[in-house]
């Protein structure tokens, strides 16, 4: 039996969330900053700062869940200047998902996608998630990447890809 989307998603989702909070737990063992400093660093200007961006990398797939369960978008708010915060964003994401594991039904077949005043966008199921929810979710994860890579956190694409560490076994020679 073939996983269905909404189970894909999910693991992807939870998967990756486990990595962000593992990433942000590596930038507070290592910056001598305080938090409320820490959390308002960016790339650049005009970038939002790290709290923003865990909570924009959260929103995608709490919306997801919210989706699938019928219910409407609802964002976090984007202030987030603690770990504490970062990390209940975070685990409440998961724990919407968790509702979810190893779904096998179908995705919903459209979503109306409010983008701004007097915009939309109408949407299959499938790409609402691969064209709008996956692409935005790596997008604030990078970025939260970026920003810890640029505050000098020493992390590497195997922190980056640890989800994929339980499969990594030693070759034969």
Known sequence: MSTSPIATAVQVFDS???????????????LAEP????????????????????AFTCNQPRNFTLWLNGSPSNDFDPIVESMA???????????????HH???????????LPLGPGLHADLTGDEYLSDFLMPNFYFHLVTSYGILRALGVPLGKR?????????????AI
């Open 35 to 54: 938090e409320a400093v820490y959390f308002q660093r960016r790339l650049v200007r005009d970038m939002s700062p790290l709290g923003t961006q865990i």
């Open 102 to 112: 190893g779904a096998q039904g179908m995705l919903p077949a459209t979503k109306h």
């Open 85 to 99: 915060l970062a990390q209940t964003y975070i685990a409440e994401t998961r724990a919407l998902l968790s509702q």
């Open 159 to 171: 922190e980056y890809m640890s989800h994929l560490l339980p499969k990594v076994t030693q070759s």
């Open 16 to 30: 990756r969330l486990v990595t962000l909070e593992n990433l942000l737990k590596a930038g507070i063992d290592y």
